[in-house]
């Protein structure tokens, strides 16, 4: 039995009349590949949003490995171990691959001296992680010369660069052709084989099906069913909230 890494209970936001979480109580374990699905709308994204402090949820408690983090900052959130990508991937379009993931761990410094102000440890690091995400050819290619794919993996090797024990990744396939894909996916078995718990939003349920160890369906602001890959792909509520049959 593995233990709990986040946790939330009675997660609530609204958007004006929008209510996009609706008291959502959510658990994910700690060593699991976990998968968040659910319907356009269905409050994924904002649940991410609110768990890693970008957005402040109206109600409601977010847990993190047994410690309350439900006003911490974003900076706070990823200082206890959670690091995140986004849907529409965040990376600096005009910096080279190296420079954007060594950005990712101390934003903010100007590009010409960037690679001066770094240890020749943390340059290693980087090229390390750029290696085994499989772009290490692309270290002096500015992001904006990149596929998409490859801008997702580069905004992977930042986030990874901050040593996350949790991984939040939203939407990794969105956009990602065939043969990327299949690395993704492989690649978050082996981070999660090395310990890593990874919360993923995506809608290619291919992928969630397969390297998924527990998935969590939402509809309307909160779970409506939880499970192993078996069970979800024949629960009644998800096949007629989802998958529209
Ligand atoms: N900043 C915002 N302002 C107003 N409404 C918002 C905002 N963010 C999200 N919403 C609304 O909240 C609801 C949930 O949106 P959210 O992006 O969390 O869903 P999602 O499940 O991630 O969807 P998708 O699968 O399409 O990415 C939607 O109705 C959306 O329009």
Known sequence: MTDQALRTEGLTKAFG???ALDGAGVAFRHGQVNALIGPNGSGKTTFFNCVTGMIRADSG????????ITRATPHA?????????????????RMSALDNVLAAV???????????????????RARGWLTRLGIEHLVDVEARNMSWGQQKLLELAGVLMSDPE???????????????????????RELNAEGRTFVIVEHNM?????????????????PIAEGPPSVIRSDERVLGAYLGV
């Open 206 to 222: 291919d992928l969630v099906m397969s390297i998924s160890d527990h998935i969590v369906v939402f509809d309307r602001g909160r």
């Open 77 to 93: 959130v990823a200082h206890a171990g959670i690091g995140r990508t986004f849907q529409l991937c965040r990376v600096f379009p």
């Open 61 to 68: 408690r977010t847990v993190y490995r047994g410690r309350d």
């Open 106 to 124: 101390r934003p903010g410094g100007v590009l010409g001296r960037l690679r001066g102000a770094r240890g020749r440890a943390e340059v290693d």
């Open 166 to 188: 949790t991984v939040l990744l939203d939407e990794p396939a969105g956009g990602v052709n065939p043969a990327l894909l299949d690395r993704i996916g492989g690649l978050v």
């Open 17 to 19: 009349g929008v209510v």
